[in-house]
Nanobody, 124 residues
């Protein structure tokens, strides 16, 4: 089973960019689909993006489509979330998650392993 550690969060102004990274331990990373989720204060955790085992398939929440890009490097056991044109409503704790199947998924119940999260704050 993989373990996940997120990094790259921080404080950025509206319109700025950040790249989140999620480093995974374990030799089976390439067999896992991966996802990014976020939770804003007072709100439920929400889906952001997902990528299948090979990186050939990605899917995004409507709220981030065209601004965020998910990618992975299986040689480095890392998944990324490039976030551009950030808005104050993107402020949240961002979580990386692993699904012990190769196909990607939207529901958080499909993911078996979670990181502790990295905070992203976008100032107006």
């Amino acid at each position: 089973q993989v373990q996940l550690v997120e990094s790259g969060g921080g404080l950025v102004q509206t319109g700025g960019s950040l790249r989140l990274s999620c480093a995974a331990s374990g030799r089976t990373f390439s067999s896992y689909a991966m996802g990014w989720f976020r939770q804003a204060p007072g709100k439920e955790r929400a889906f952001v993006a997902t990528i299948n085992w090979s990186g050939a398939y990605t899917y995004y929440a409507d709220s981030v489509k065209g601004r965020f890009t998910i990618s992975r490097d299986n040689a480095l056991n890392t998944v990324y979330l490039q976030m551009n044109s950030l808005k104050p409503e993107d402020t949240a704790l961002y979580y990386c998650a692993a699904r012990s199947m190769s196909g990607s998924a939207v529901a958080d119940s499909e993911y078996t392993t979670w990181g502790r999260g990295t905070q992203v704050t976008v100032s107006s």
